[in-house]
């Protein structure tokens, strides 16, 4: 326990308090000056599961463990204010101050880039390395947040960015897709290990007319699906249309996978999916950074997924999609 | 996937949406209508650390987690409005649909008891059962929060209720005072497993003149520590004093502890500690239903504490108290 209050020491002094928080690390809780409404979201990384210790540095960690959090954010329109981070600590193999440096500093880097505040947490023993991280948000002013269930029939589903560099990076991470050039792979490898929470980019899409809204992390047809499913609405998604990131065919090749499959199924990209009404789609592409993609359409209900490929069905397995009937219907 | 689908959607079936809530479990977010100051607090649980499967049932795991944050809650003064659990889930044992229906049951009927919403969380493979709690308060109109830092020279400090009941409850359900009478160890095992956040007496403590507050959970003289070091004052703090539970004597002595250290070490007793103005201690007394003990003082600086035991110094091992020089000095 002494070591522990020194660790949350260390960890107090690598982190700013900014704006909106009145007291950070150090006390039985944080307090924030927040108005309503307050957004918070929460995201456990485990070892193992979310990533492995053998191939994703601990600044890796730390920065994803934050990042999927700020995605969160970004996906209801908010502004990051404070994260709460809970650490277990395993004994084997042992983190060291150096790592927990690591961790703590890639998330303060990221927290100073977005303006959020590293206000509080826990430290612990564990069988292994976990990071749960709860982020709070706040709304600019005439701002609501988006939510999911808010896309109405008529509307257009877009996704920012492109698809596909998350999978892509963890087949050539875990040793699937080997022969991929080396200057090819590693920004597919950074996009699994180092997402990039779409936090201006979700403003711009609340501002600009969203319905409904959320962030890719379980790959684009699941989280199409849920879409369909909180909205009510059937969602049609063409996989002709999904923007492909840069060297995901090259990997996927390389691990005998079909790119376009892996594109709109693999998880960890972390660009935002919204609804939008037609009339407000070249606006929103026009006021944003990076390509805007009509990838689907929403229609009437009951709340199904329905994934074609120039007009054929395409259907859902375990591990992508297959062609076929539709996995979702009814 | 689909099969956490599934399990979210299980959750959100089991709790209510309340007070302060005006988005639950389901989206990217929950969204809450909270005034400033939002005061929030996270601690994890860990099988193997914090509980043990074997001697905790499910129900316990899930009312522990969330009543430890709640007593942070308590000790800044704050009401609660919401809670996001992250569950870790281990292969083995396996965790049943009954196990989380325990666990989320125990929540929620805490939360109901609190007026506070299990407002999201996340779900996720996990070594070994986690349990990730962040919750979030507000403080009720004229009530500041109460901080670690407010204790000033010629406060008493104070702690409601009784101690050492945990510490022997774990020295029961570990086997280490075997020969206790039942009906004796069962208060201590559920003190150890079932605490209880004081959350009614934390508002009343902040009303009645508390300038530094904080959750007793780690151990009287090592919280002690923490206020004097965050107060930057002497904590004097009299073992004569102390309050102990009933059995505590009986179950230390079982297990070849004496009973007054194991009162003044042990932890998870989730008591208030209080530093009150000698004007103030009557009538906050008078204002609770549980005891509210003075067990020591508040002196000028710098930061230490100092135990005596009737006019003896008394020093801290990692284990307890010895006879001794101060341990905390400088």
């Known amino acids: 326990l002494q070591s522990e209050l020194d660790l949350v ?5 690598l982190v700013a308090v900014r704006e909106g928080v009145a007291l950070g690390i150090g006390d039985d809780a944080a307090i924030l000056d927040v108005r309503p409404p307050v957004v918070v979201t929460q995201d456990l990384l485990v070892d ?7 191939t994703a540095r601990p600044a890796d960690v730390g920065h994803k463990a934050l990042a999927v959090n700020l995605s969160d954010l970004a996906a209801m329109g908010a502004d990051p204010v404070a994260a709460f981070v809970g650490l277990g600590i395993p004994a084997e193999p042992p983190l060291t101050d150096g790592d927990v440096d690591e961790i703590y500093g890639a998330m303060e880097a990221l927290a100073s880039r977005h303006g959020l505040t590293i206000a509080g947490g826990d430290v612990t023993s ?7 991280v709860t982020a709070v948000g706040s709304m600019p002013p005439g701002r609501a947040p988006v939510r999911r269930d808010g896309a109405r029939p008529g509307d257009l589903v877009c996704v920012t960015g492109t698809l596909g560099a998350a999978a892509a990076g963890l087949l050539i991470a875990d040793g699937r897709a080997a022969d991929v050039d080396r200057g090819l792979a590693r920004p597919l490898v950074d996009a699994h290990l180092r997402p990039t929470p779409r936090l201006a980019e979700g ?3 609340a501002d600009g007319g969203a319905t409904a809204m959320l962030d890719c992390s379980d790959g684009l047809a699941l989280d199409c699906l849920r879409l369909a499913r909180a909205s009510g609405v059937r969602v049609s998604l063409d996989l002709a249309a999904v923007p492909m990131a840069d060297g995901v065919a090259v990997a996927a090749g ?3 996978e079909d790119p376009r499959i892996l594109a709109a199924t693999g ?4 660009e935002l999916i919204v609804a939008l009404p037609p009339a407000r789609v070249a606006a929103a592409a ?3 950074d990076v390509p805007l993609s009509v990838v689907g359409a929403v229609h009437a209900g009951p709340a199904a997924l329905e994934v074609t ?8 397995n375990r591990l992508g999609w297959e062609h076929g009937a539709d996995p979702a219907g009814g």
């Not at 020491?9 to 002094?13: L, T």
Request: overall charge positive; cysteine-free.
């Open 9 to 13: 020491e260390r960890i107090a002094r």
């Open 48 to 54: 193992g599961v979310h990533f492995r210790r053998s």
């Open 126 to 132: 564990a069988p292994a390395l976990v990071l749960a």
């Open 203 to 205: 403003g711009i899409l």
């Open 254 to 256: 390389a691990a005998g």
């Open 267 to 270: 998880g960890d990209d972390y």
């Open 286 to 288: 026009a006021a944003l």
């Open 309 to 316: 490929d120039a007009g054929a069905p395409v259907r859902l």
